[in-house]
């Protein structure tokens, strides 16, 4: 292949192995359902809002059914036949009766299925037309105000805890050239086993992710876009035990970009893999169909590995990725696969090999946008070195092609960004594009040198690790500790009791619409 001379027969079989070694997990996806696949199905169709104790009703509905009917069958067709039987008038209604013990839920059988499939099919279809409604209205959002003409785009986050803090902070950073807003979610979010309602105002290092916060945080962008002539990107998590259901309200409030990886939430917020590998598959079959390009989270392997050693880890975890994410209805365009710029900055050509490593990953993905992630693990509190760091980091940005380029922060690991921090960093990013932007046209690594040999290097590795979980299958590969040098066994973790094998008379219409259409 170009530039790095790469195998073509290698890398065919580099994607063959992610194929096998990922077709098991769809398989087995398949067969689970989740409480938040459930619950998104009842967002979609329009239920929102919480009790007086802040629970949300989908949740108070939700845990009714399950308690009634169980988990296996879904929550479709006992929640349709109890409207269609006269319980409540509508969904809202019939979550106050369901908290209140004033109604019980059935499996309905023959004639009464049928009828109660036909309704939540036009419920769920009501939701997903506008998903795509949300998606038409970007798409004339972008040909009115333009993208941004530079690549890659700067992302920038924000994180204050306060939606009406972030939304200022957002606005200036828009000003000052960010291209992608990614309003940072509060800590411990993905633990929780419901989505928040409302505007909310405080949280640990981040802001909560809701409804809510996210249409107050795209009209605030919408604005800016007017302002600037260019049409600003929102992005969130959806992560965690409720991913589904932030999916969904992420292709209902029109959001760009999710943070979605299908190995995150399982190796670092240990959560149950069964759980995560069901929740992602449906996820971004919300995000294929809202046209949200997803972030993966392979940076976070180097937090905890070293970036050197488990480079090739890094690559098997974008090939599996790939093959959900399309598996799912995503398109190159919509994988902002991640790696990072996470070597020690002290160990010898450390920047050559960061120079492999992320051309490697721009050619074996050349269609998909990659998310190209800023040193962390290595910056120490001096702000001159971290500064100097983050401006290497923005060259082998520039030198390699990367689509998505995230700020760097020489305060990383000191404080939360100023404002001030952040107009500094988009200096030193502005500097670096604008000095050596369109320097990946004319870099040419030597065929046998250094960065091709060790591009080469960590594709064969790859290559070996894809064929050894082949071999002993993905689930035993994460519960030995492959990936993050994290243990996550599949019979453990939080969320698992919310996993449920399908009964012969499960039905699910959101995910019957969105893979018939494709």
Known sequence: MKKL?????????ARTLARKAGRPIVNLARRHTTVSVERAVLRLAGLAGADSEGIPWVNRLADTVRADVGLEHGFALPVWDALLRGEA???????????????T??????????RARTAARKAAAAGIKRIDGRRRERERLIKRHGDPEQRPWIYLIVATGDIYEDIPQAQAAAREGADIIAVIRSTGQSLLDYVPEGAT?????GTYATQENFRLMRAALDESSRELG??????NYASGLCMPEIA??????RLDMMLNDSMYGILFRDINPIRTFVDQRFSRQIHARAGIIINTGEDNYLTTADAVEAAHTVTVSQLLNEYFAKEAGLEDWQLGLGHAFEINPDLPDSFRLELAHAMLARQLFPEAPLKWMPPTRHMTGDVFRGYLLDGFFNLVGAMTGQGILLV???????????ISDRDLALQNVRYVLGAAGNLHEDFRPEPNGFIAQRARQVLGESVELLEQIVDDGLLNAIGDGTF???????????????????????????????EEDR
């Open 484 to 514: 993050g040098l994290m243990k996550r066994p599949q019979d453990a973790g939080r969320g698992l009791e919310g996993v449920a094998r399908k009964s012969g008379e499960y039905y699910n219409p959101a995910i019957e619409l969105l």
């Open 89 to 103: 008038e509508d969904l809202g209604v019939l979550a106050q009766k369901a908290a209140s013990g004033s109604v």
């Open 230 to 235: 260019r049409y600003v990107r929102l992005t």
């Open 201 to 205: 105002r405080e949280g640990f290092a």
């Open 105 to 114: 839920f059935r499996l309905p059988e023959g004639r009464d299925a049928q």
């Open 408 to 418: 760097g922060m020489m305060t990383e690991a000191v404080v939360t960004p100023w």
């Open 5 to 13: 001379d790469l195998d073509p027969v290698t890398v065919r079989k």
């Open 248 to 253: 969904t309200l992420a292709g209902l409030e």
